[in-house]
């Protein structure tokens, strides 16, 4: 250990943010995650037996995943090793998995290896470390704001026991809050700081189930404001406002909850629930999405889910496509939100939708001979010699402009790929269809 190591080691935990310096050290001080670390719940009675086996803790920032390891590293009697996959490469991976092994074969004791951010690990660091999860030289605990799922091996979630964590509820923040302004030794109550409760409800409801920028807010503003002639901090609601100006959002473009809240708006308009597709949209432009990607969800939604119930879906759909073009943010929400209530708003058909689809599985797998000759290109020399447009009866020389005769392949007739529904336009065009065909 050199002079710097030495004088940080001095200095202990009083130069941590207030985030850090208040991570609960017990299961008894843990706030929130009730799901699992209640006291009937699997992961409490792993932990308070020193019972823990391979686990993959997920969630957002801020609602305990890292703090649970600890909890773990501060309860178990087996050798715990941390590795962040940030920093961390395969040679650090071999020398804990080597300690482990020396370890367990020379006192029987087991290591246990927390991963913070495991997503981050690549494809051979985490092929690296599967054996060793596998054969029980190492207790793997990983952590991950992505869904495992998607983002670690396969083989290492299969061997493992995944955990999601849900963002904090506004009074376990609430609560945290309090017990930092209170607590002298690892909080803020030498400071003699005083919040009130509407400040203390809008750090808790803006943190948006982050303790962690929640605590880093209230330090924030007990270090930024001067103390009263009576030697206290008064914290209010315009002094909060200050420390946190724009609500976190737990909104990752590449994650988790970009595909969660696009599939949230989608549906919320094929829904007809135009409140919540504009909340959802509203939430995608606060946190920077991409507004040509949302207009291209609105285009398509107003095919797919709206189609000829209502045609004029696609028109306003497109039109507002090409205003967000034109105009930019953030004028471009208003066109955006008109084209999103009015899709949401109007009759929904799916026919056009599984027509195509059903047509498109019948030109993979069905064979057929080939279009009918009296459809065929009749325009060239010697068409009429091989049959082609031979027969072909002209829909405009007929009654009402239609005439009966067959147009799919041989193979296919019969086969019907649109079927309107009852719904808005398609209705006129279900009946209109019905009396040119004499039904």
Known sequence: MDLFEYSISQRGNQDLPLAARMRPKTLEEFVGQEHIVGKDKLLYRAIKGDRISSVIFYGPPGTGKTTLA???????????????????????????????????????????????????????????????????????????????????????????????????????????????LEDVERGMGAYKGVCDDDAISFLADTANGDARTALNALELAILTTEKNRDGKIYITLAVAEECIQKRALNYDKNGDNHYDTISAFIKSMRGSDPDAALYYLAKMIYAGEDVKFIARRVVICASEDVGNADPHALQVAVAAMQAVDFVGLPEGRIPLAQAVSYVACAPKSNAAYLGIDMALADVRNVRVSGVPAHLRDGHYSGAKELGHSVGYKYAHDYPNHYVEQQYLPDELVGRVYYAPTDNGIERRIKEHMKRLKGE
């Open 70 to 180: 600890k909890i773990i590293a501060n309860t178990t009697k087996s050798e715990f090793r941390q590795l962040n996959a940030t920093t961390a490469g395969i040679k650090d991976i071999k020398e804990v998995v080597s300690d482990a092994k020396e370890r367990l074969g020379m006192y029987g004791k087991k290591t246990i290896l927390f991963i913070d951010e495991i997503h981050r690990f690549n494809k051979t660091q985490q092929d690296a470390l599967l054996p060793h999860v596998e054969d029980g030289t190492v207790v793997l605990i990983g952590a991950t704001t992505e869904n495992p799922y998607f983002e670690v091996n396969k083989a290492l979630v299969s061997r493992s026991i995944v955990f999601e964590l849900k963002p904090l509820g506004k009074s376990d923040i609430e609560q945290l809050l309090h017990w930092a």
